[in-house]
């Protein structure tokens, strides 16, 4: 029988939500000799051993803190996924690497039910992979962003900027960082959380816990939350239609 193996590139990702995601996607459609297995790489160098050594991979999904990392190890790159600047689903055709971004595609739609007309404006907590795609999302929405970073460069602000002005302004608050992700599950960014109110949506990419620290915060103040576990859900089933295209 013809091997049908898929897995994930990230770093320190026993925790991960694809393996078991994938496994039981593969029983319910009975699709025998299909595998999803974690490559946990210390050092994106490893990408291409990992390549070389292992010929009958059909796909790939891209984790932290490879989405940008892992572009120069690719043949190409699906034009979504080049202007967002990240890939998170790499799809294998012969033996050429075709990058693309699904995280926008999840995102997009699993924020979308909770916007409403005030939500206008959006802060980026983290400057990773994965907030080239929030931020790519919000463009294409019309909402503008500000990026707020540790080490902030001459586009973004930092964590000591975030007055009270700022907060009641940009009331999408999106957690792009890993603070608060389980075991760490009382971590949360450093942002003024006494001027969030019930206008605010924060939305946190994290899935596990349920309820951040961050969403917590905004919860007891009225404000709308949503945690990241629909938008792996959904980025999922697009990379499995990339995939088998």
Not at 182 to 209: A, C, M, R, T
Request: net charge negative; proline share 4%.
């Amino acid at each position: 029988m013809e091997k049908n193996r898929f897995g994930l590139v990230g770093r320190d990702i026993a925790y991960s939500f694809s393996k078991g995601y994938f496994k039981d996607k593969f029983s319910d459609l009975q699709l025998e000799g299909y595998s999803y297995e974690n490559f946990d790489l210390q050092q994106i160098e490893d990408f291409a051993d990992l390549i070389k050594s292992n010929t009958d991979i059909k796909g790939l999904n891209v984790t932290i803190p490879y989405k940008q990392e892992v572009l120069p190890y690719l043949d190409d790159v699906d034009a979504q996924a080049r202007e967002i600047g990240a890939v998170n689903t790499i799809k294998f055709q012969g033996s050429r690497l075709i990058g693309y971004n699904t995280d926008a595609f999840g995102f997009q739609n699993s924020i979308e039910p909770f916007l409403k007309t005030h939500h206008t404006k959006a802060l980026i907590l983290g400057t990773g992979g994965a907030s080239k795609a929030i931020a790519y999302v919000f463009k294409q929405l019309d909402i503008a962003v500000k990026f707020v970073s540790r080490k902030p460069d001459a586009t973004q602000i930092g964590y000591a900027d975030l007055n009270s002005s700022l907060v009641n302004d940009f009331t999408i608050l999106v957690n792009c960082t890993p603070l608060g992700t389980y075991p760490k599950v009382d971590e949360k960014p450093d942002i003024p959380y006494g001027e969030i109110s019930d206008k605010h949506l924060l939305f946190d990419l994290i899935y596990n816990p349920d309820k951040t620290a961050f969403l917590k915060e905004g919860d007891q103040r009225g404000a709308t939350i949503a945690n990241g576990n629909r938008m792996l859900q959904l980025q999922a089933d697009r990379a499995w239609e990339i995939w088998k295209q």
